[in-house]
């Protein structure tokens, strides 16, 4: 693994001349979007992109990023919030995710390690979340490898926040919100997985300790996998997943998906995960044997 760090603005880990990801924690996005770190573009080992930029359809989607659309009255996730009644309602609350501190950047062999410190605050500028985060990313083989994504957020804005999602708001089975991934849109019409079975749009809203997308490149006509792994230790798990094939790729295993968690304040709230990044189309068996690598990554 190579580290190339491009100061107050962005890491790349790259591995044999291919950029597997750049980490923009210091990212120039309009207020209206949200600002906050994200992981774009995202690459598999033979170089192709598994990850999707400020997508017209919803601009605030950016390849990997941990997305919070209600924090108490706060929009973490960009765009309009949901208001039952009201459908979506531009209102003046699209918070920030502001990067404060590198804590740890480092790369030996096989492996890399992006650490940081952040303050989440409100439209206005008020303190809302103090959080710490760590990227680690690891080699697999000459066709996989791993992202483990940890992240600890404490409350700061001198109450009890409630992390929710559109459908604890009242819309049926939209219950996004947390580490969401938008996938490239030649993806579209792709596979997913659970550990129970393959399907589509159908799948969304299940419960599970992983899912997975299959899906397949323009151009050249080759195949990648991306798998999402909840860790057994976090709030909820195994999760409700939020996933979408049918008019867009994504993965999103959703903690708030139908059940607000309220954080007291100076309380922290937790959260692990692994993506694993795979060349090629591994079948429904191949592809749990993936999720078993991206939970040993844990």
């Known amino acids: 693994m190579n580290v190339d760090h491009a100061l107050d603005r962005s890491v790349t880990v790259s591995s044999g001349g291919v950029g597997l990801f750049t980490y923009v924690y210091r990212p120039d996005t309009p207020r209206l979007e949200s600002p906050k770190p994200y992981l774009h573009p995202i690459r598999t080992l033979a170089g192709d992109v598994v990850s999707l930029f400020r997508p017209h359809d919803h601009v605030w989607h950016k390849g990997i990023a941990w997305s919070l659309p209600h924090v108490g009255e706060h929009n973490f996730w960009g765009g309009p919030t949901y208001v039952h009644g009201r459908f979506y309602v531009q209102l003046d609350n699209n918070g920030s995710a502001e990067h404060r501190e590198m804590t740890d950047l480092s790369a030996t062999g096989g492996d890399a390690t992006v650490a940081h410190r952040l303050d989440w605050a409100s ?32 409350n700061v804005s001198g109450e009890t926040l409630s992390f ?11 219950g996004y919100g947390g580490l969401f991934w938008r996938g490239p849109r030649d993806f579209t019409g792709g596979t997913l997985q659970s550990p129970d079975g393959t399907g589509g749009d159908d799948l969304r809203g299940t419960r599970a300790e992983w899912f997975a997308f299959r899906g397949r490149h323009d151009g050249t006509g080759r195949a990648s996998t991306i798998v999402m792994v909840d860790a057994r230790d976090n709030p909820r798990h195994p999760p409700q997943w939020f996933a979408r094939t049918e ?7 959703a903690p708030f998906f139908s059940e607000e968690l309220e954080l ?30 991206g939970r040993a990554a844990l």
């Open 123 to 154: 439209q206005a500028g008020d303190p809302v979340i103090a959080e710490t985060r760590t990227l680690h990313a690891s080699l697999v083989d000459e066709q996989t490898w791993t992202l483990t994504v940890h992240t600890s957020m404490r």
């Open 164 to 174: 929710g999602s559109p459908t604890t708001k009242g819309r049926e089975n939209a």
């Open 247 to 253: 008019e867009f790729a994504c993965l999103n295993p």
């Open 264 to 293: 007291a304040d100076g309380g922290t709230l937790a959260f692990r995960y692994a993506v694993v990044i795979a060349s090629g189309d591994r079948g429904d068996e191949g592809t749990a044997g993936l999720a078993e690598l």
